[in-house]
Each structure stands twice: as structure tokens, then as C-alpha cells.
């Protein structure tokens, strides 16, 4: 079997019965397909989550020594559809309704339950997946108590956090924007065309204490925020970087404690 042999719709039966076991960490991958301005794919949302998460496994085995590699990491098939109403003025928005998604999610999760799968991962590459993610765990967590559920929500809002002096505009900001396109400029740069990046277009939204619930031909007139000509493989690069350490660094201190947390951690149960 190969070392990185992790992506179910790769393994056959036997590779998934060596993958799975109490300590397996299974990967829940959702995205969505929309437009995101003239330069970038309909389906950028998907695409980076899916190579975000081969680029930090492949780097946690690559790591290990033969004899040490437990093989348990399993990434389920991305959802390539997420919640997509407020892109709908857009051509060719495949959009889920809400109450789809969460349940699309759920029955993602149980299913997980089911084989004694109890450590997730959920990576979301959409703003609009954010609600129902929450939901979903939510709901299944209540079922099952003794299940880990964990979600990187919002990677493009993460990164301009965690690195100020990463991007030059809006920390990165916008869909399609700066942080976006050098993402894609990183992983896929064969489907990103800069030639066609709009211009800059920062929303003028009143602040960020009270939110409003935008429809995005509100926004913008071009399927894009944010300054994707400002992107650069280098940004992008610097994107993985960050990420790549939140998610090593998240499953080091969970592996250390052995996946409990809270009271559970203190007493040992």
C-alpha cells in the first residue's frame, strides 16, 4: 500500500480496513461551484481544500520512518456543492439549499459514526457552508457524545490573521481576492488567467460589528472582491505554510492528549 494512500475514492477494501481503526482521523472536505470573478475556476472552493490536505498529510508521512506510520488518516470524496444562494445572480451558481447541506453533512458524519470512525476533520473552502458545518456537528455531536468533531472554517479569513504582513490589501480578503488567487496561483496555477482579474473592489459595508446578510451582486459588479491582481505563487506558498502549521499543530496537541479535551482531558476519561 502506498504511504500515501489516504483519499477514499483511491483504496480498495483492503487498504480501507488497514486505514481504519480506533485512532483513524477521517477528513470531511466541502466546497462549492460558483463564480469567482473572470480569472479563477467555478470550483476554487473545492479545489484548494483538496490540495491543502494532500500537501499536510503527504508532509506528515513523508516525516515519518517506515516503521512508525500508523496509516490512519482516511479523506472522504470533497463535496463539491456547498450553499450558494447569495451568489444565484450569477451564471451557472449550483447551489444547495441550507437544510440540504446540513443534511448532506449529517449523513457524512453518521456514516463516519458508524464504522467507529470518531476523530473528523472538516476543511470548508465556502463562506456559505459555514452555518450549516456548525449545524450539522452540532446535531451529530448531540448523538454522539463521544465523538471529536473539528472544523477549519474559514481559511481565508484565518490567514490574514495570522500573518499581517502577508498580503497587501484588505488582509487578503475578498472572493476571488488576493489571498484566493494566490492559493489557486500556488496549487492549480494552470487554471488561473490574472490577465482577466478585475480591478480592486473593497465592499462598502458599515463595519464588522453588525453583519449584514449580502446578496453578492451587492458588492460587486465583476463575481470578485477583494485585489486579485495582487496575487502572487509566493503568497500562495505562504498560505500553505500558515495552514499547513494550524492543522500540524492542531493534531499534535489532540494526538498528545489522546483526542480529549476539556474535563475529559483532566480526568483521563
Avoid at 68 to 97: A, E, W
Avoid at 111 to 128: C, E, F, Q, W
Avoid at 140 to 158: F, G, H, R
Wanted: charged share 20%; hydrophobic share 40%.
Amino acid at each position: 500500500m502506498s504511504k500515501k494512500n489516504y483519499m477514499l475514492e483511491n483504496m480498495n477494501a483492503v487498504e480501507v480496513n488497514k486505514h481504519q481503526n480506533s485512532k483513524s482521523i477521517a477528513f470531511v472536505l466541502i466546497g462549492s461551484c460558483e463564480n469567482h470573478g473572470d480569472h479563477l475556476p467555478f470550483g476554487s472552493d473545492s479545489l484548494f481544500p483538496v490540495s491543502l490536505v494532500q500537501l499536510v498529510l503527504d508532509s506528515i508521512l513523508n516525516a515519518k520512518s517506515e516503521e512508525d506510520k500508523d496509516h490512519n488518516f482516511i479523506v472522504l470524496p470533497i463535496v463539491p456543492y456547498g450553499v450558494s444562494i447569495h451568489h444565484c445572480d450569477y451564471q451557472m451558481t449550483i447551489s444547495l439549499r441550507s437544510s440540504t447541506m446540513i443534511s448532506l453533512i449529517e449523513d457524512l458524519l453518521k456514516s463516519l459514526a458508524s464504522n467507529g470512525i470518531r476523530r473528523v476533520i472538516i476543511l470548508n473552502g465556502h463562506d456559505g457552508n459555514i452555518a450549516p458545518a456548525e449545524t450539522a456537528a452540532r446535531n451529530i455531536k448531540n448523538e454522539y457524545p463521544d465523538m471529536v468533531i473539528a472544523c477549519l472554517e474559514s481559511w481565508w479569513t484565518l490567514v490574514g490573521q495570522k500573518n499581517k504582513n502577508a498580503f497587501d490589501v484588505w488582509e487578503g480578503l475578498g472572493h476571488g481576492g488576493e489571498a484566493e488567487t494566490s492559493a489557486l496561483l500556488a496549487v492549480r496555477p494552470d487554471l488561473v488567467n490574472l490577465s482577466l482579474a478585475p480591478e480592486q473592489t473593497i465592499p462598502n459595508l458599515p463595519g464588522e460589528d453588525i453583519r449584514i446578510y449580502w446578496k453578492f451582486n451587492e458588492l460587486t459588479a465583476t463575481g470578485s472582491t477583494g485585489a486579485p491582481k495582487l496575487a502572487t505563487v509566493e503568497k500562495g506558498e505562504e498560505i500553505i505554510r500558515i495552514l499547513t502549521k494550524v492543522i500540524l499543530d492542531f493534531l499534535e496537541k489532540m494526538d498528545s492528549n489522546d483526542w480529549k479535551y476539556g474535563i475529559s482531558a483532566i480526568s483521563g476519561k
